[in-house]
């Protein structure tokens, strides 16, 4: 009962009109007191003050109004709860996005890794996006020499199968200009009560970098906006591709391209993620899972009527008891 009381202060009203009933507790009172007066004048009137004791030897004092304050309390909660009591409660908002980078540079065609480097990094998306549940934002970001975005963050899955689909090998391995398009995306994602929602980046590549930007210095940028970076590192020592002979002396020549795990590593590192083989990338359920726990939250108004009701029927039954008591004691 104490913490119904407490919680009165901590609500709003629906219909707030209705706490106007509220007033006429007041009158209700005034006019209980009027009444036990008049039976106190009608006793003095029927029995001398002394022979009182020998009249009504067990007078139940405080006892004979405490089943009326039970049922003006609850009244009151009655009123209350029929003016639709809301409290207002933190409810976490589902809003995270993950941006997707995906290696699509020249060294993806090795087929070290079958049917190709590229291909077993469509299927590990297709399989991670799959598992990422509905309410998650993903977007799609080919990484080459220069990023491509395919899929701006979204809950639409057909629009992210589709836009993994069109991963094609091509150019070199811009992975610090993929992180820090990536991050300067989802640093823009709109968030709730100027909050912004979290975020994450999941990097498959086989992390030889040829770009211009250092990946660990975009890693520590992401880091500082609390964006961690998953790295899953694909291929094996034995990666090699076709190419043609430099110098424009015709045909071609196989060059060896194994991957740089250590690379993707120390990315994963400085931003504050973890790192995968291709071998654990299942193990990536922990990208989402992890976002979970940071999801934002915002204020939602709650009904809270039953619970007021409810205060108001033990009220009104422990009223009861007592009244029952009290006359049980009179007979």
């Not at 039970?70 to 009655?78: D, N, R, T, V, W």
């Not at 030889?208 to 964006?227: E, M, N, Y």
């Amino acid at each position: 009962m104490i913490a119904l009381a407490v919680s009165v202060f901590a609500v709003s009203f629906a219909a707030p009109l209705v706490l106007v009933l509220l007033l006429g507790i007041p009158v209700l009172v005034a006019l209980y007191g009027a009444h036990q007066r008049d039976r106190r004048r009608a006793a003095a009137a029927f029995a001398a003050p002394a022979m009182t004791p020998s009249v009504a030897p067990n007078r139940p004092r405080w006892r004979m109004h405490a089943p009326m304050l039970a049922f003006l309390l609850a009244l009151a909660i009655l009123i209350l709860a029929a003016a639709r009591p809301q409290k207002t409660v933190a409810v976490p908002v589902e809003r995270a996005s993950i941006m997707l980078i995906t290696d699509v540079s020249g060294s993806m065609q090795a087929t070290d890794v079958r049917p190709t480097r590229l291909v077993a990094a469509r299927t590990a998306a297709k399989r991670f996006v799959a598992q990422v549940p509905k309410t998650v934002n993903v977007g799609v970001m080919a990484l080459s020499s220069k990023p491509r975005v395919l899929a701006s963050p979204t809950r639409d899955r057909v629009a992210i199968d589709q836009a993994l689909d069109q991963l094609t090998a091509r150019g070199g391995t811009g992975t610090g200009e993929a992180i820090t398009a990536a991050t300067n995306i989802l640093k823009r994602q709109p968030g709730v009560n100027g909050k912004r929602p979290p975020s994450a980046i999941v990097l498959l590549s086989d992390g030889a970098a040829t770009g211009t930007i250092d990946p660990v210095s975009a890693a520590q940028a992401a880091r500082k906006l609390r964006i961690p970076i998953y790295t899953v590192a694909l291929g094996t020592r034995e990666g090699t591709i076709t190419v043609p002979r430099p110098g424009g002396r015709g045909g071609t020549e196989t060059r060896s391209i194994p991957p740089d795990p250590q690379s993707l590593a120390e990315v994963a590192r400085a931003s504050g993620g973890r790192t995968y083989t291709a071998a654990d990338a299942d193990k990536l359920s922990d990208v989402y899972k992890s976002l979970g726990s940071l999801l934002g939250t915002k204020n939602e108004k709650r009904q809270v009527t039953a619970g007021f009701a409810g205060g108001a029927l033990v009220l009104l039954l422990l009223g009861a008891a007592m009244s029952l008591r009290w006359f049980g004691r009179l007979i």
